[in-house]
């Protein structure tokens, strides 16, 4: 697929299931910009485009004009040729269902502007970082974790990351994997939907956020996190980001803003 205005191509198409898919974006005759690693790119096609066969049918009709959706980056700006994202297809969306169509190869457009706050800048070097996360929540921290981890500097970074089912954890042996090279990573994926695996899990079974309170981090971390020694990132559902803050606050955490430091720091993905 070719047209105005689309300036990037997929180098890269991972699909973990009917929901669930990985991109690479490649920029088409420019330079991507400089970026921190948590912020966002926006990604667009026309709505000419064409959707893929398992998403609900198109509610009304095309009129040519680009759709455009912020996506968090999953890709470190070390690498420069490409930006990674790690997408939930929505059935009854606009964009993502023709995301899912593309093939390596196509083209889209590709927002020339990366920005967002949600981002390591403002914790201090020496506290220590929790990435909780639902579905592809953890993209930001794919970004945080593959650029800040080879200097963390004895400053632990955790990531709690909630799935429904096994196959939607993309990056579970790319972490195991950085788990094993780097003793100040903590990564404890857990799935809700155990009933459904093909095979046993052999994992954390559940609702992410109960790794705050059932003993798993506190093992992991060797103690429990506190307000004075650790941030909190909370990505992804709106439920989880709710109930999560709520046991954070009932522990002296505080939300974090620009004008009103804290420890809570918060990005709704819908």
């Not at 088409?28 to 893929?52: M, N, S």
């Not at 909190?232 to 709520?246: E, Q, R, S």
Request: glycine share 8%.
């Amino acid at each position: 697929m070719a047209g105005i205005g689309l300036n990037a191509v997929v180098t890269r198409k991972l699909v973990l299931s009917s929901e669930i898919f990985v991109i690479r974006v490649a920029p088409k005759g420019w330079d991507l910009p400089d970026f921190i690693p948590g912020q966002f790119a926006v990604l667009g096609l026309p709505d000419t485009a064409p959707r893929v066969e398992e998403s609900d049918p198109e509610t009304s009709e095309p009129r040519g004009k680009m759709i455009r959706r912020a996506y968090s980056i999953a890709s470190s700006p070390l690498v420069r040729d490409h930006l990674e994202f790690y997408v939930s297809m929505v059935a009854e969306g606009v964009l993502t269902p023709r995301l899912f169509a593309l093939d390596i190869g196509d083209s889209l457009w590709l927002g020339p502007k990366i920005t967002g706050h949600f981002t390591l800048e403002d914790v201090p070097e020496d506290q220590h970082v929790v990435l909780v996360g639902t579905g592809t929540g953890l993209a930001p921290y794919i970004s945080m974790v593959r650029t800040h981890l080879p200097w963390a500097k004895g400053r632990k970074l955790t990531i709690l990351h909630g799935a429904r089912q096994s196959w939607d954890l993309a990056y579970l042996e790319e972490l195991t994997s950085m788990q094993r090279v780097y003793p100040d990573l903590i990564y404890l994926p857990q799935i809700s939907r155990p009933q459904n695996e093909h095979v046993p899990w052999p994992g954390l079974t559940g609702h992410v956020q109960h790794l705050w309170t059932d003993g798993s981090l506190d093992k992991a971390w060797g103690g429990h996190p506190t307000p004075e020694n650790t941030h909190v990132f909370l990505c992804g559902n709106p439920a989880m980001c709710t109930d999560m803050k709520a046991l954070l606050e009932a522990e002296g955490f505080v939300e974090h803003s620009r004008k009103s430091p804290g420890q809570i720091h918060v990005e709704l993905y819908w």
